[in-house]
Nanobody, 123 residues
Framework: QVQLVESGGGVVQAGGSLRLSCAAS????????MGWFRQAPGKEREFVSY????????HYADSAKGRFTVSRDNAKNTVYLQMNDLKPEDTAIYYC????????????????WGQGTQVTVSS
């Protein structure tokens, strides 16, 4: 069982930055691939980024490439999403998710989810 808690969301002006954190419970965090997803009002949950269990095998959605950076610290049981040059269209609730070993872009493939953290980007 893994419990995930996101933090770091907030309100920022366009062009600004935020760093989201996702703290995980459990002693097997290093065996989980981690994903970041987001959901804007009235829209479906969409993939943002994933990172493999060892910190390699990183992938971003086209909307995140060049602006977002995912990383993890297995010693701290935490995964991060650094978001730069934020745009109003990045406004959403951001969720981290975990699944054993394998990375993926499909939300349904993930077993554990955090409660989400709100990111609001004003123009």
């Amino acid at each position: 069982q893994v419990q995930l808690v996101e933090s770091g969301g907030g309100v920022v002006q366009a062009g600004g930055s935020l760093r989201l954190s996702c703290a995980a419970s459990g002693r097997t965090f290093s065996t989980y691939a981690m994903g970041w997803f987001r959901q804007a009002p009235g829209k479906e949950r969409e993939f943002v980024s994933y990172i493999g269990w060892s910190g390699g095998n990183i992938h971003y959605a086209d909307s995140a490439k060049g602006r977002f950076t995912v990383s993890r610290d297995n010693a701290k049981n935490t995964v991060y999403l650094q978001m730069n040059d934020l745009k109003p269209e990045d406004t959403a609730i951001y969720y981290c998710a975990a699944r054993r070993f394998l990375v993926g872009q499909i939300a349904d493939e993930y077993d554990y989810w955090g409660q989400g953290t709100q990111v609001t980007v004003s123009s």
